[in-house]
């Protein structure tokens, strides 16, 4: 599938089934992996690259399926080589995605870091979705609330978050709707379902 194709995947609504599970459903809750000249299995987080995709839902034993029953070999109908650290892969692929595109928002001034900062947004109602850190305190987490009709992402760390924010570390954060709001909540929803289950405790809402 070219870039064309990757990118018309995402804009209809397009559905696959996941090589595991045998479910079908949207391909933003799926991760696409292609077979690259080597015959060595590659993850797609982007949906861009060229070539047949095979599809795996986000969530980490639907991944581990895939790998330990060689479903991608079946899939791809050749013998190939999976890569002993695939899942770390993914799911660190998806967490520098999410970053990125945090970052971008913030960049376009949707974005915003820190206790006050954020808090103002929600009462100002300007926050669609409230991002803590998975690793901040559950006290100091537990004073601010997922805006009403908006979202939670909570599967990042804070060295993660301030990678995003240009800070060394940040516990909470806030996206204004607009721009690539709904792209991040995406991605988290995938990264959350990868990740192990400690990272993995604030579940995307919404």
Not at 16 to 29: F, I, M, S
Not at 47 to 60: E, F, I, N, Q, Y
Not at 88 to 102: F, H, M, N, T
């Amino acid at each position: 599938m070219g870039r064309g194709g990757a990118s018309k995947d995402r804009a209809d609504g397009a559905e696959r089934k996941c090589l595991a599970t045998g479910e079908v459903q949207p391909t933003h809750g799926l991760i696409r992996f292609v077979v690259g000249p080597d015959a060595q299995v590659v993850p797609d987080i982007l949906g861009k690259l060229p070539g047949r995709g095979m599809w795996v839902s986000a969530d980490r034993k639907a991944l581990e399926t895939a790998v330990k029953k060689g479903l991608f070999s079946r899939s791809a109908k050749q013998p190939v080589k999976v890569p002993e650290d695939l899942v770390s892969e993914v799911e660190k692929q998806l967490a520098r995605r999410v970053v990125d595109l945090i970052s971008m928002q913030r960049k376009a001034g949707k974005a915003v870091a820190g206790y006050e900062k954020v808090k103002g947004w929600l009462q100002t109602e300007e926050a669609e979705v409230l991002i803590q850190a998975v690793d901040g305190s559950g006290r100091g987490k537990s004073k601010l609330s997922t805006p009403h009709y908006g979202h939670y992402i909570g599967c990042l760390t804070a060295d993660e978050l301030g990678l995003a924010f240009g800070r060394q570390t940040v516990i909470h954060g806030a996206l204004a709707s607009g721009g690539l709001t709904q792209r991040v909540v995406e991605e988290a929803h995938r990264l959350n379902g990868v990740r192990e289950n400690e990272a993995g405790s604030g579940q995307p809402k919404g």
